[in-house]
């Protein structure tokens, strides 16, 4: 079953991702976010899940992408420097989380899809929207350099291993040929990886 946790079992030793984590490849960095933690620290509380679910989108040139519209106010972060959060909201209700890729105007992004909760966080965590719900992440957060503040991605000194799976990206079915692209991965076997 599910169910999240409020508190880690053991004390995590973090450090957050440096801007050439981000400066690279989108599906290397894609799967590289694989294992890493999202931390949220708001009004003194520590929210910290562990990423297990994403999807790349690769740019312009990517029909499932936001930026292949162009530049947009909405877009416009996906066009900037790499290492910065794209939140935006869907269906007027959910947020979801991106981390922009690559170098400055090629706009390109990895989503985030899946948590697992390993420190105060309460409920589902499995979908993009709720992730956001759960690591209360909104358009606050939307442009935020995700190698400073309070809000970031972290590695732990020493990590697990795991095996990756590549399966098609979800909803995208509109994208022609590149609804078939295997550019969502996720940790084979971990429980919190969305249900398709």
Known sequence: MNRSRAV???????????????????????????????VNVSRGVERVGKIVE??????????????????????RVMFGPPGHAYVYMIYGMYHCMNVVTEREGHASAVLLRAVEPMKNIEGRTQGPGRLCKAMRIDRRFNT??????????????????FLIVKRPRVGVGYAGRWAKRLLRFYIRGNPFVSKL
């Open 8 to 38: 880690s079992a053991k004390p995590l030793s973090l450090r957050k991702l440096p801007r050439e984590f981000y400066d690279r490849d989108t599906v290397t960095v894609a799967g590289e976010l694989l294992g890493k933690y999202l």
């Open 54 to 75: 994403v999807e790349a989108y690769l740019g312009p040139h990517d029909l499932a992408a936001h930026s292949s519209r162009g530049l947009t106010e909405r877009t």
């Open 144 to 161: 935020h350099d995700l190698t400073s503040g309070d809000f970031f991605i972290a590695v732990q000194p020493t990590a697990e291993s």
